[in-house]
Antibody
């Protein structure tokens, strides 16, 4: 069955970067876009951007350009998101999702806490 | 960006009651090819969101048929015909017609 397994929670200092992973299984990784979604504490959802594993093509929400970098490793069916120059506003849960007529599968989420 | 306005923000229901959630868009979600990219998700407490409805009215895989979606243009509705305990959580609409994809603020369904 389709699974998206994300890396564990991260505690990072302001100004640092964090890179999280999303390992896909149960389907052909290169055939579907992977999107990333942010959920700040107790709040709604924000779409960060998406990547097409087959080509590496990306699309971003303008708000996250320069903040988020999306990459993939096709050999391990893993998508990555790196967030740079972290501030308290980046503290949130980050989800990876498979994009096929909506976000039909979601990872379990990565909680990122930015604190000194 | 497209703004999706969900009402109500909180919904109290008894088991078996039928309820509806509205999602209104600041722009038409009908694209030039005739497609409307409007989705509904449920996020149960402590869980990741899950897809309920895609393309306005199509049930996601494994979603019970007490859920239904309808609407067009800028006005959309999610209906639950007979709330069950497992339906409690926060419901979000999302549009993917216009970049960037955007979500509504959510509607919390709780037991009365």
């Amino acid at each position: 069955q389709v699974k998206l397994l994300q890396s564990g929670a991260a505690l990072v200092k302001p100004g640092a970067s964090v890179k999280m992973s999303c390992k896909a299984s149960g389907y052909t990784f290169t055939d579907y876009w992977v999107s990333w979604v942010k959920q700040s504490h107790g709040k709604s959802l924000e779409w960060i951007g998406e990547i097409y594993p087959n080509s590496g093509a990306t699309n971003f929400n303008e708000k996250f350009k320069g903040k988020a970098t999306l990459t993939v490793d096709k050999s391990t069916s893993t998508a990555y998101m790196e967030l740079s120059r972290l501030t308290s506003e980046d503290s949130a849960i980050y989800y990876c999702t498979r994009d096929y007529s909506g976000f039909d599968y979601w990872g379990q989420g990565v909680m990122v806490t930015v604190s000194s | 960006d497209v703004v999706l306005t969900q009402t109500p923000s909180t919904l109290s229901a008894t088991i078996g009651q039928s309820v509806s959630i509205s999602c209104r868009s600041s722009q038409s979600l009908l694209d030039s090819a005739g497609n409307t990219y409007l989705y509904w998700y449920l996020q149960r407490p402590g869980q990741s969101p899950q897809l309920l409805i895609y393309l306005v009215s199509n049930l996601g895989s494994g979603v019970p048929n007490r859920f239904s979606g309808s609407g067009s243009g800028t006005d959309f509705t999610l209906k639950i015909s007979g709330v069950e305990a497992e339906d409690l959580g926060v419901y979000y609409c999302m549009q993917a017609t216009h970049a960037p994809y955007t979500f509504g603020a959510g509607t919390k369904l709780e037991l009365k």
